[in-house]
Structure formats: C-alpha cells, structure tokens
C-alpha cells in the first residue's frame, strides 16, 4: 500500500473586467501550482523507478493524461535540490508553472541560470 500525499490549497480569485469577466489567479495561486506539478513529477518518477509502469505512454495512458504533459511535468523531477527547495520554500519568487521551460540542461548551475535563480548558500 502507497503512502497517498494530499496537497490542499485555498484559493482566492480576482475578477478583472475588461469587456468580460475572466479569473486571474493570484501569484501564490501560481506558485502552488508549480508546487503540485512538482509532487506528481516525483511521484510519477517514482513509478516509473520501481516498474509500475515500464515507460511514459505506459504511464501516460495509466493515468489518462497526455503523453506530452506527463514528459514536460517529469522533466520538474530533474531540476537542481536548491532550486526545488527555493520553490517549496517560497524563494523562486515569480516562477510560476507557465513560465517553466518546456525542457531543462542538465547541468544545475545552467538550470540556476535560466531560472534566474542563486545557488544555495553553502
């Protein structure tokens, strides 16, 4: 049996009128967005490291998503340790999920860059 993780965010919705009404979320909104991509990252990579599904489309068609959103969210699983924990953390100020590229370098210090974000203090 799997340890389930519940992620549970209050949200506060602007409304902003310009010839109709649309919601706008809030940054916090926007970031705790990037937060759960990030829990499903791991946790899909999870299951894919233990053979519970033996590739993406595997994984992709288990959890009736599209293959290309299950890839892109995966790829949140190899950014830098530092700059996951400047996410959960709150410190990626303005990094939001939209603002992600779509594929990272896999050296951290090009990733830091990119992101506009320090290198953890040592």
Known sequence: ?????????????TRVRH?????????????????????????????????????VHQLAAGLKCD????????????????????ILHGRATGLTLQSMPKAFPVDWAEQRAMLGIEPAPT
């Open 67 to 86: 293959t290309s959103y299950v890839a892109r969210t995966l790829n949140l699983a190899l950014l830098a340790p530092d700059i996951v924990e400047a």
């Open 1 to 13: 049996m799997s340890d389930a993780l519940t992620i549970s965010i209050p949200i506060n919705v």
């Open 19 to 55: 010839g109709h009404q649309r919601l706008r979320p809030t940054q916090t909104e926007m970031t705790a967005s990037l937060v759960i991509a990030l829990a499903r990252a791991y946790a899909w990579q999870q299951m894919l490291a233990t053979g519970e599904y033996g590739s």
